[in-house]
């Protein structure tokens, strides 16, 4: 906790000092309601349990040339939080353009082919993401990134132990869309991942497909598409995938997420409905408490000046509940 306020305290000073833009923020999170099979029934409930994504503490400042994020949580890496501490971890992130069209970011950060945006983060064929270091270079249309994962040692030969991870992504950016290559190289380079994506837009509508294959003990392939339309106020996104991790076992192993958004925007905010489904290996992979893969929401998202916040309605299909919750989050 220390080594977090001095941080904070060399970044007051860096906005006293510079001119640069500065940005903050905090959530509540909660339910209202909240009923699960079996009968058991619970309201008015806050949650402490966050996780670097639900956003529950950020501060960032940045100019032109150099910029730094750190957030402040509460559950650390999949283990369980601490009552009687609000915030016992961490992440944070900094980086620099050391000359133009070169950006550096080290700590926490990622690298991934296209990614929906009905849940952000499940509904991807490859990504990385860690605490690590990513060197960026950009000239016209073309991109070049390479991230360095610092977990572990890149050349170790142990049983059952993973070293560093080596990642290459290149994009173009062209008239007719974006096509990305990705390389990935993980546990002294005997996993090899290869994966190509295209994202491209015609009016009002976008999509994007992506494809990959892994190279390792066992080998895998994963496909998936996205489309999305928005017009006159209206949006809808559909995406879904099919991604293994075993050809030679391709029916146990086999994961098909489906995932659906409509959205209604008004005065202030949008009226929303969504369906989110996966299987019970996601879960076995992710590994994370509460998680769902199935659920049908219907939600608003609002904001009010510098605040927004969310309230929905949930019935969870692999748990046969229904819960109403809700978050609030205030920026500036």
Excluded at 72 to 85: F, L, Q, R, T, V
Excluded at 125 to 146: H, I, L, P, R
Excluded at 185 to 199: A, E, H, Q, V
Excluded at 303 to 316: F, H, P, Q, R
């Amino acid at each position: 906790m220390k080594k977090i306020v001095g941080i904070l305290a060399a970044a007051a000073v860096a906005v006293s000092a510079f001119a640069v833009d500065f940005s903050a923020g905090i959530q509540l999170k909660g339910s209202l309601f909240n009923y699960e099979d079996g009968g058991n029934i619970s309201a008015l409930s806050l949650k402490s349990a966050n996780s670097k994504d639900d956003k529950p503490f950020i501060f960032s400042i940045s100019d032109e040339r150099a910029g730094g994020q750190v957030k402040i949580y509460d559950k650390d890496e999949g283990k369980a939080a601490d009552p009687k501490s609000a915030m016992v971890a961490s992440a944070f992130n900094i980086w620099f353009k050391p000359f133009n069209g070169m950006k550096i970011d080290l700590g926490n950060t990622d690298l991934a082919l296209n990614c929906e945006t009905v849940t952000y983060w499940r509904g991807k064929v490859w990504g990385s993401s860690d605490w690590g270091y990513k060197a960026t270079y950009e000239y016209d249309a073309f991109s070049v990134a390479v991230y360095l994962d610092a977990g572990g040692n890149w050349f170790e030969k142990k049983a059952a132990v993973a070293v560093a991870e080596t990642a290459l992504k290149v994009a173009y950016n062209a008239d007719f869309g974006n096509i990305s290559f990705i390389f990935d190289g993980k546990d002294t380079f005997d996993t090899l991942i290869f994966g190509l994506g295209y994202k491209g837009s015609f009016d009002a509508l976008s999509f994007f497909v992506d494809a990959e294959f892994t190279k390792a003990a066992t080998n895998g392939i994963g496909v998936d598409f996205d489309v999305k339309y928005s017009a006159n106020g209206f949006g809808i996104e559909a995406y879904a995938g099919m991604i293994t991790t075993d050809l030679t076992n391709f029916t146990n192993t086999m994961r098909l997420p489906v995932f659906f958004k409509a959205s209604y925007a008004l005065n202030g905010g949008s009226l929303y409905a969504k369906f989110v489904t996966d299987d019970v290996l996601h879960v076995t992979q992710y590994a994370v408490a509460n998680y769902r893969p199935s659920q049908i929401e219907a939600g608003y998202d609002g904001n009010l000046g510098c605040i927004s916040y969310n309230i929905a309605a949930v019935y969870d299909l692999t748990a046969k509940g229904f819960s109403v919750p809700f978050w609030v989050r205030l920026g500036f």
